[in-house]
């Protein structure tokens, strides 16, 4: 297997080589499975799909996937569970490293007790390798391993999806115009705080019951917004309450991750790894009195707007220039928050005897990245929201209260 890395692909490569960029996931177990079966299951796995068997190599013309031969087996770390927060300095440990290149494309980590009947299994997967789509296919194959359930036939190697080639034209040139006007704006009317001077993640979770998901769906539904825009729109106004901006308000910045997918031609199979997807900064005017639902519309119109445009691509084909820059010159901040929500993870809740009682996901962020960021799904019906901060500007008084915040707001809008 070989074949070049996407322009997304290609800046997350870029950008775990000057600061970690990886998703590390956490199931957490219930009657989990002994040490050997979760060995077992995870060699299967890699025999199952090539890219677990895959390195990233860095040749003149850019990274390339290339299959290791002899592959590298994934290493699976064994460790006593001190206590019932143990997997969140675990998940912290790795969320601060580097992802290695040299492969696998697989890191796994069980914390068990003695009795085996509670535990965690932490994944940790380089971002260049996985997007939502690969995600949810591995997650269930390997839980079906884990409950040693069978498993529907191997899917076939698939080329990678390529995206339109970028032609000088109108469309182009108009794009670049508008970010540069955007840039503009933002530099003298933005409220963003300096960079700073650390990048060590920690992380804080908000998962709502059944019900307060449900009802929060229903309003979402009635009021004619999307679930990913009322949860970026909650997001950014707790994060302004926080930090105090000043009565006339200003110009705030949220990042977007949209599904590249069904924009490339031919679209990929699910079975297709990669990371196929779309960063969309959105800037917008937010003054000291906007209200939840205002916002949200405003962000959903900008991402409508986005897609009519064909910016998805744009933004995608030219993320790693833009990456490159921001990492050369270390002035600028990607925006205020960010929020990579998959929607529903259709993962059950048992396998076998194996219970899943809940799935935790973390995708780092850094010190050029957003100041809170996070990654949302629903499992069985229940809203979930998994943050990063950076422990240099943000304690963790202050990311309880700003979940805290986002938590009564989407109650209220409720």
């Known amino acids: 297997m070989w074949r070049p890395l996407t322009a997304i692909e290609q800046a997350f490569a870029l950008s775990n080589r000057h ?121 269930d194959d390997l839980l079906n391993l884990l409950g040693e359930l069978p498993l529907s036939s191997a899917p076939d190697p698939v080329p990678a999806g390529r995206l339109s080639p970028l032609r000088p034209g109108w469309k182009l040139a108009s794009f670049l115009a508008r970010q540069l006007a955007d840039e503009w704006r933002f530099a003298r ?11 060590r993640n920690e992380l804080i979770d908000l998962v709502l019951p059944l019900d307060e998901s449900r009802r929060l769906q229903l309003a979402v539904g009635r009021k004619g917004l999307t679930l990913h825009a009322v949860l970026q729109a909650a997001i950014l106004l707790a994060l302004i309450r926080r930090r105090q901006v000043p009565q006339q308000g200003g110009l705030f910045r949220s990042i977007a991750f949209a599904d590249l997918r069904p924009q490339l031609d031919p679209p990929p199979p699910p079975a297709s790894f990669g990371c196929y997807i779309s960063m969309l900064r959105l800037t917008l005017p937010i003054g000291p009195g906007d209200r939840l639902d205002k916002v949200a519309r405003e962000l959903l119109r900008r991402l409508y707007r986005s897609g009519k445009r ?41 396998y076998g005897r194996v219970e899943l009682r809940e799935v935790s996901a973390y995708i780092t962020n ?49």
């Open 310 to 350: 064909g910016e998805l691509q744009l933004f995608a084909a030219l993320s790693k220039p833009l990456i490159r820059m921001a990492l050369r010159l270390q002035k600028t901040r990607l925006g205020h928050t960010a929020l990579s929500f998959m929607g529903p993870l259709d993962l059950h809740s048992r």
């Open 19 to 139: 600061y970690p960029l990886g998703i590390v996931v956490v199931l957490h177990l219930r009657n989990g499975p002994d040490r050997e079966r979760v060995a077992t299951s995870l060699r299967e796995l890699q025999l199952r799909y090539e890219w677990l068997r895959a390195s990233i190599v860095k040749e003149s013309t850019g990274f390339c996937f290339v299959e290791t031969d002899p592959p590298r087996s994934i290493f699976l770390e064994l460790v006593e569970r001190a206590d019932r927060s143990h997997w969140q300095r675990e998940a912290e440990v790795w969320l601060n490293q580097s992802f290695p290149e040299e492969g696998p494309a697989l890191r796994a980590r069980y914390l068990t007790t003695k009795d085996e009947a509670e535990g965690e299994l932490l994944l940790a997967f380089h971002h260049s390798f996985v997007d939502s789509v690969v995600l949810r296919l591995l997650l």
């Open 366 to 414: 850094n010190r050029l990245g957003p100041e809170f960021s996070g990654f949302g799904k629903l499992l069985s019906g229940r809203l979930g929201l998994h943050f990063t901060y950076l422990a240099e500007e943000t304690s963790r008084e202050e990311a309880t209260d700003l979940v805290a915040d986002i938590r009564r707001q989407l109650l209220e809008f409720s």
């Open 189 to 199: 009317q933005g409220r963003i705080r300096p960079i700073p001077g650390d990048s």
